[in-house]
């Protein structure tokens, strides 16, 4: 990858003598926030929190940043994230500052339609707000938490765009960004999409291919019917990298088997926008991955003895079946923007509330709330490690 960042890096240059008509831009968010997580007392998966050694409480100072130089043929941009970050809970109190690159790209135009980049890049698509069964590299998108900040993968990557309805894409996964688990399943991948997009529809497909996985296959799309309704959906075929089995006769052990079975993931939905301007959107969503009510229910009783394998391995989601529903305001009011989510593992009947709200104070400065609030018992998905989160905050946008 550095032999090309480097060849960019000369283009860039030559491109910047012979054009002088570089455009730059930047703007940033400064955020300060803090968290207080009631953690359950009779947790099954984290008993005494001595498996996940959660944060019951944490202040973050964090600056997110944004800068793009461009001229006709060259476009560079990079997401820098600064950080401090103390964490406390009943065994201690930690302290981590950090500073990296979130995504960056340098990205040059070789001909009609052509474009060649390299950098770090969020690889992710599809309208889904709940999961997105279509990408392999961001399942849980981050859509249903305001405050999460999505990390790009490192790829080299050429796209071709001949019209303004189609678009291919091949790319090499190099490895996963900062911060990514090891070991990094990812690493010297290859990824290839095809777009297509019309007035009224749009769809995508996607097939990846990791050196130790079987390769995935998705898809996703979406129609606008009216004005006011959208129907969409997203489709994943894979193989994880390690599949916790969980036999629903609980006298059997866990098994782990890698990589696991291929299994099939689908996701269908409906957004409907009101002439307020609010919209709701409904989701449900079937995990092939996912545990049936009684393989979730023999994972618990086989995780009172394990829980750190239960844990540590679970799969991504728990879970078969799960309906998900969000209420928004107007994304276009000035004044501040407010978000409802209900979801529901319809496999073992739990639930989780979450609201998210921010209010503008002054020109530059908003205040925000996100407030997370399971319903269920210590062997129930959503309930199972915490009673609540509440999050406090202010955003200064700069400059």
Not at 8 to 20: D, G, I, P, R, Y
Not at 185 to 191: A, F, K, N, Q
Not at 300 to 324: C, E, N, S, T
């Amino acid at each position: 990858m550095r032999l090309v960042v480097l060849a960019l890096s000369a283009f860039v240059a030559t491109a910047s003598a012979a054009e002088s008509d570089w455009r730059t831009s930047w703007d940033g968010t400064l955020y300060g926030y803090a968290n207080s997580t009631s953690l359950r007392d009779d947790s099954v998966l984290n008993p005494g929190n001595r498996v996940a050694g959660l944060a019951q409480h944490s202040e973050v100072a964090e600056l997110r940043l944004n800068l793009k130089a461009e001229n006709e043929s060259v476009r560079l941009t990079a997401r820098p994230i600064i950080s401090t970050r103390e964490q406390r809970n009943a065994y201690g109190t930690q302290q981590r500052n950090e500073a990296y690159l979130s995504r960056w790209q340098v990205q040059v135009r070789t001909g009609e339609g052509w474009n060649v980049a390299a950098g770090r890049d969020v690889l992710n698509w599809g309208p889904a707000q709940f999961r997105s069964p279509s990408s392999p590299f961001y399942f849980d998108n981050g859509r249903s938490d305001p405050m999460r900040e999505l990390v790009g993968m490192d790829t080299l990557k050429l796209s071709l765009t001949p019209d303004m309805q189609s678009s291919v894409s091949l790319a090499r996964i190099v490895r996963s960004g900062h911060g990514a688990a090891q070991p990094d399943v990812w690493r010297d991948s290859w990824l290839a999409k095809l777009d297509r997009r019309g007035d009224e529809w749009a769809y995508g497909l996607v097939a990846v291919k990791a050196p130790n996985l079987p390769a995935f296959y998705g898809a996703h799309g979406q129609i606008t019917v009216s004005d006011a309704l959208m129907l969409y959906g997203e489709l994943g075929s894979s193989a994880q990298a390690v599949a916790l089995q969980s036999s629903a006769d609980a006298a059997q052990p866990f098994v782990a088997q890698a990589p696991g079975p291929r299994r099939s993931t689908a996701l269908v939905g409906a957004s409907h926008a009101f002439e307020d301007g609010t919209s709701l959107a409904a989701e449900y969503l079937h995990e092939g991955h996912g545990y049936t009510a009684a393989q979730e229910s023999a994972y618990f009783q086989r995780a009172v003895a394990a829980p750190d394998i239960a844990l540590g391995l679970a799969p991504r989601l728990l879970g078969r079946d799960y309906l998900h529903l969000v209420w928004q305001s107007n994304l276009m009011d000035e004044r501040g923007y407010w978000r409802l989510m209900f979801t529901r593992n319809l496999s073992d009947g739990g639930n989780e509330i979450a609201a998210y709200g921010e209010t503008v104070l002054g020109s530059e400065i908003s205040a925000f709330a996100l407030a997370v609030l399971p319903q269920g018992d210590a062997r129930q998905e959503f309930s199972a490690l915490l009673q609540r989160s509440v999050t406090l905050g202010l955003k200064i946008a700069l400059p």
